[in-house]
């Protein structure tokens, strides 16, 4: 048997569960793995400046390709709690990341020691496991157990702490007949899925709801075969956006309060019956669920089998990962289209396609500042079909959902469920990493790009280069949307007067001079006829130094973006007008219907 210290034995499972890539940054306590992570070789490392940062750039990892597991490295104390947003976006999204702590010797723990914390108990909550390894003995088993859990099931992420002498401390270990835990997912039966499929096929006018456990599972071609040979057309969320094209005749578009397509809610609000696969009827996309149910029969297939019934009782519900009931589903659906026993859906699926080219939102505008529109409708001129964009929330992610469009699955990379500001540049150096040829491009607001702009340097330090439109206006826009409610416009106003940058009037912090301070490229933009040349630049600038490059849209201060205000998906208020010609929206993906 090999013998080798405990820290060793963690960094070579890492590998021989396929573990690539890791970030974190080192501290004293954790400071063994890291002479073990340097001495085994194979893992390399990606140094953050902020270990919550470091945790998002894992999740962008994770989120970039079927099977990734991002790893996130930090020292005891604080850096624990750093990470905690990081696990509550990886455990809301069902994304498996792997959080790796130091801390102090196991026999200070409970003496108030410098930076000891019990963040296993901190962490529970918002993972699928939270340990403090106290025996060295077992950290090869906590390791495989870690990526068994984290795999199984509905994915998830795991934090393991372990006290500097627990690394220290030498075992019998043997890498070369180390086998990772078979991993467990429920599956549908041929019944359970021919039960589904006649609910299906009594109904008029169904819709195929596809959530990102459809992604999850990368199981998005199966989802388009079982629509096409039904001809059912497809809803996805936000979360399974680009499980088919937005240029798909089975695209109804998406639905939702706010991350919504005008002709995708009305869409579903025709629709007589909905099979969910994979989503977890958040409450943004549903809104009011007596407006949302009524009229309709639900099936609702999920991984996860308390997820089913947690937000509404379906007609019926099927424990199953996305992939084998999907399997099923077209196996189903090919012997029955064979026997002539599926109806003819043409009708339905044409009038979705019909409401696409009717009900759009205006794009273009001409105006200075820039209207946000206008810049989504130059990012699709400068962005094609296979664009990995990231963002996270507020106002530019929800304008951008309405305008942008996608075309691949993981090829919209966004934290559904927490929405922490400051998510988007981490996350997006992650995906960079992931797939280093990619066409990556973030999308940020004024306030989500400042709470963690010092992840740019990670970019401009390791060559990770990407392109990021940030969208200002010096507000914070959603809540300030928000605050209309209660009339009141308070402490949501960015706006000074930069004494060192007079040219910016009271737009405030120079983006321009930060991001180049921290070893980017950076462009401002303030007429909209030069966004097109910006962004052609930004992709130039990017290939040439390796770094990433902001292109920076000077807006309006105020702009009111689609959303509802009664909580109701058939209520939708569109503050700006709508297209009416089209010209007001050119890059729409169907043309405008007059």
Request: glycine share 8%; with cysteine.
């Amino acid at each position: 048997m090999a013998r080798m210290t405990a820290a060793r034995a963690a960094v070579e499972i890492l590998k021989r569960e396929g573990v690539t890539d890791a970030f974190g940054v080192p501290g004293a306590a954790i400071n063994p793995f890291y002479a073990a992570l340097k001495a085994s070789g194979g893992i390399a490392h990606t140094l953050a400046r902020h270990v919550e940062g470091a945790s998002h750039m894992a999740e962008g990892y994770t989120r970039t390709h079927p099977g990734n597991i991002g790893v996130c490295i930090g020292t005891s104390g604080p850096a624990g709690t750093d990470m905690i947003t990081g696990l509550y976006s990886a455990t809301g999204d069902s994304i498996p990341i792997l959080c790796i702590t130091g801390q102090a010797p196991t026999a200070v723990i409970h003496k108030e020691d410098f930076q000891a914390v019990d963040i296993a108990s901190i962490a529970k909550p918002v993972t699928k496991m939270a340990v403090t390894v106290l025996e060295a003995a077992q950290v090869p088993g906590v390791f495989q157990q870690a990526f068994h859990l984290m795999r199984s099931s509905r994915p998830g992420p795991v934090l393991i702490d372990l006290p500097i002498d627990v690394q220290l401390t030498e075992i019998e270990f043997d890498p070369e007949t180390y086998e990772p835990l078979p991993v467990y997912k429920p599956a549908a039966t041929r019944a359970q899925i021919e039960k589904a499929v006649t609910l299906l096929n009594e109904s008029e006018r169904p819709l195929i709801v596809a959530g990102g456990g459809v992604i999850n599972a990368d199981a998005a071609e199966l989802l388009v075969e079982f629509a096409e040979l039904t001809g059912t057309p497809v809803v996805p969320t936000l979360m399974g956006w680009g499980i088919l094209p937005d240029d798909h005749e089975l695209n109804a578009g998406m639905v939702g309060l706010q991350t919504s397509h005008r002709y995708g809610n009305a869409t579903f609000l025709e629709s007589d019956f909905v099979l969910g696969i994979g989503n977890r009827w958040a409450n943004r996309h549903t809104g009011k669920l007596d407006v949302y149910t009524a009229g309709r029969k639900f099936v609702h297939v999920d991984i996860e089998p308390t997820q089913i019934g947690k937000i509404f009782a379906p007609d019926y519900g099927i424990a199953s990962d996305a992939k084998a009931a999907l399997e099923l589903f077209v196996e189903v659906a090919r012997e029955l289209k064979a026997a002539g026993k599926l109806p003819d859906r043409g009708a339905w699926a044409a009038s979705a396609q019909e409401r696409k080219a009717t009900l759009q939102r205006r794009t273009h505008f001409d105006d200075i500042p820039i209207k946000p529109q206008r810049v989504y409708e130059e990012m699709n001129k400068a962005f094609g079909p296979e664009t990995r964009y990231v963002s996270t929330i507020g106002l530019s992610q929800i304008a951008g959902a309405q305008m942008l469009h996608v075309y691949r699955p993981r090829h919209w990379i966004n934290c559904g469920q927490a929405g922490p500001l400051g998510w988007t540049i981490p996350a997006a150096l992650g995906v960079a990493k992931a797939d280093p040829e990619a066409s990556v491009v973030a999308l940020s607001g004024d306030y989500d790009f400042q709470f963690m702009l010092e992840e740019l340097a990670v970019g401009a330090q390791h060559k990770i280069p990407y392109v990021h439109v940030l969208v200002n206006n010096s507000y914070l826009g959603l809540i300030r949307q928000a605050q209309r409610a209660f009339d009141i416009d308070f402490q949501v106003n960015l706006e000074f007067e930069n004494i060192n940058a007079p040219e910016l009037g009271v737009y405030g912090v120079d983006h321009v001079k930060v991001a180049e301070g921290l070893g980017c490229k950076a462009i401002r933009v303030t007429d909209p006829a030069e966004l097109g040349a910006a962004f052609e630049q930004a992709k130039k600038l990017a290939a040439q130094y390796r770094v990433p490059v902001v292109v920076e849209a000077i807006l309006e201060r105020v702009t009111n973006i689609s959303m509802s205000t009664t909580n109701d998906i058939g209520n939708v208020v569109e503050f700006e007008e709508i297209a009416t010609e089209p010209g007001h929206a050119p890059t729409s993906i169907k043309t405008l219907k007059v």
